[in-house]
């Protein structure tokens, strides 16, 4: 039985005590009246024994009816009525001697007289026990029998008509009953489809209150996490404008300054990826591939990127081999532990961590402990929650999206993330992994491969760049035509055609990639300007689409282009190798048909 069915039941057994106290309120009333119409009767002390019967039954089913007000959780609901049922089947029996010849003369008039009193406690206890319509029908059952059995043994047609009447005002009462109860039934039900409507409603409210509060939260993180960079990018700007003033531009302070500009922006990166994350995987785009990997291999690779920077955070890191093959996504699971051990170098600075693993049962332990301030307990779920900082955290936390995205990359892969932490004793951040099967070890990549991969970065391409932003048109423009593309760039697609078209003039004009944002004026998508764009060329030009958009639905319909996806902010050197890849592939699939 399911929870509601079981505040079903209990509900309607408490209707039937509440209900019952008309019909006690009978029990009491009407053997009185009973005595008194046969107090001249020879059967005074019979009667008088039966009213004390029933008083004593009817004093018996008030204190059951009192007890159950009081302590109603004592015992099922079931049990309850059992109990109920069990007392008024014995009232209904002393009243079905009412009935019979036992305490009334034998004549028509006194059966008469019998049939009324049945008829009204049979009426008048449809209200009082429908609830429970097992109970009424045994109730009008063994009530009204002796009077029908007695009826149809008398060999006078008005007795016949008694029997009749009888037998009738049972299927009646009895089809009441059952639409009583229905009603009862149906207005319990929407009582408590009200109340879970409104249980609903309120988690609802508290889930849109906590959305609210997090929007705050990321609002303000936001705003202070990315002014910080932007601010920095600032005074690097003016850094450059003050050097150029002077006229005195030395190599390696340009190159001082392209360094922190290049580490500013990838810190803001960082930030908008962290957003691109959450919005991959609420629209589904982070598919699980998992596949048996080293882990000593990846606690290696761990070790020679973070040992530099947990010196500059004034840590130690130690690392502890483990030999063992996983089954995980190698990309998802090294998402996993970045986040977990960047969290350790920005809230435990200064501190010793420790990253290891411990065998468990069919799995793998993968620890990252740190000795640093620690997480209250109060404070332990929160911080898998989206946009959520601590009090006491660094000046810069980020935008609290890191654990969030942790869990929800743990629970894609079906791995398990667990967190002890005692305040001022440090925090352990562990994520279980299950044992690899039939491993079958990864062949190393051709070193010319890569050596090739490398050489196209460099080479040289005929690219086709539509953005109607300006500046971006102009910055992006610029920096192709610096790595020596022949660029043919326009807001539009007729003025990129237009562009193709003056170059086509002057000498030969190919065109290798085409490279386009998302959002266009007029409502143009980056995917419809490749594809009108290849119109005009009259060939199949393999393209990117380049974006700041993070909304999920924007994501899977980017997704479902087929295009490459390139998020803005793009590093330059990630913006050289996807063209080159880009034109690569499609090169490839030209010479394979």
């Known amino acids: 039985m399911s929870q509601t069915d079981g505040d079903i039941q209990a509900a309607m057994v408490r209707l039937l005590y509440q209900q019952s106290h008309g019909i006690l309120f009978a029990n009491f009333v009407i053997p009185l009246a009973i005595v008194y119409v046969l107090h001249d009767s020879d059967l005074l002390w019979a009667l008088l024994a ?9 004093l018996g089913r008030l204190a059951l009816s009192m007890r159950f007000h009081r302590h109603e959780s004592t015992a099922t609901p079931r049990a309850w009525a059992r109990r109920f ?18 305490l009334l003369p034998p004549a028509p008039e006194w059966t008469a007289f019998a049939c009324i009193v049945l008829a009204g406690m049979s009426c008048g206890a449809v209200p009082a026990l429908s609830a429970q319509p097992r109970i009424y029908f045994g ?16 060999p006078e047609p008005t007795y016949q008509v008694y029997a009749a009447f009888g037998i009738a005002m049972v299927v009646v009462n009895i089809f009441f009953c059952r639409v009583t109860y229905q009603s009862l039934l149906a207005s319990v039900k929407l009582r408590f489809e009200n109340l879970a409507l409104i249980g609903q409603l309120e988690r609802e409210r508290d889930r849109a209150t906590a959305a609210d509060k997090a929007k705050t939260r990321f609002l303000a993180a936001a705003s202070h996490d990315l002014r910080q960079p932007v601010h920095a990018l600032g005074l690097l700007s003016a850094s450059l404008a003050a050097i150029a003033e002077r006229g005195d531009v030395r190599p390696d302070a340009a190159m001082q300054i392209s360094r922190r500009l290049n580490g500013t922006l990838e810190r803001m990166g960082g930030l908008l990826d962290g957003l691109l994350n959450v919005s991959r995987l609420d629209a589904g785009l982070m598919a699980a591939r998992r596949r048996p990997l080293p882990l000593g291999k990846l606690l290696a690779e761990l070790r020679d990127e973070y040992a530099g920077q947990a010196q500059l955070h004034g840590s130690s890191l130690r690392v502890v081999d483990a030999h063992a093959w996983i089954d995980s996504d ?8 970045d986040n977990l051990i960047s969290n350790a170098l920005r809230y435990a600075p200064k501190s010793r961590i420790l990253i290891g693993a411990r065998r468990r049962k069919g799995a793998m332990e993968i620890q990252v402990i740190d000795t640093g301030p620690g997480i209250d307990p109060a404070h332990q779920a929160l911080v898998f929650e989206e946009f959520a900082q601590l009090s006491n955290g660094p000046d810069e936390q980020g935008l609290g999206l890191g654990l969030s995205i942790v869990q929800r990359l743990a629970s894609l892969l079906g791995h398990v993330i667990t ?17 690899a099967q039939d491993v079958v070890p990864d062949r190393p990549a ?31 423009g610029d920096l192709l035509a610096f790595w020596g593309h022949a660029v043919y760039a326009g807001a539009t697609v ?17 065109v290798d990639v085409i490279l386009a944002d998302y959002r266009l004026a007029g409502q143009v998508t980056g995917d419809q300007a490749i594809g009108w764009l290849r119109e005009y060329l009259d060939a199949d030009v393999p393209g990117l689409i380049v974006t700041g958009d993070t909304a999920p639905d924007r994501l899977l319909a980017l997704h479902a282009s087929g295009y490459r996806v390139l998020h803005k902010p793009i590093a330059a050197d990630a913006l050289r190798q996807a063209i080159a890849e880009t034109v690569r592939a499609a090169r490839t699939a030209s010479a394979g048909v």
């Open 50 to 58: 039966w009213m004390a019967a029933l008083y004593v039954l009817t």
């Open 85 to 102: 049922m069990v007392l008024s089947w014995l009232s209904a029996v002393l009243w079905g001697l009412i009935g019979s010849t036992v």
């Open 139 to 154: 109730m009008v059952t063994l009530m009204a029998s002796p009077f029908i059995i007695y009826c149809l043994m008398r």
């Open 330 to 337: 190698p990309e998802l699971l090294r998402r996993i532990l």
């Open 419 to 435: 967190l002890r932490s005692h305040p001022g004793r440090g925090s352990n951040f562990s994520v279980t992994v299950p044992l």
């Open 446 to 476: 051709a070193s010319d491969a890569q050596a090739q991969g490398q050489e196209d970065g460099y080479t040289r391409h005929g690219v086709m760049l539509v953005d109607d932003d300006p500046q971006i048109l102009a910055a992006l």
């Open 494 to 510: 007729e003025a990129v055609c237009a562009a193709h078209q003056q170059a086509r003039i002057e000498g030969p004009a190919p």
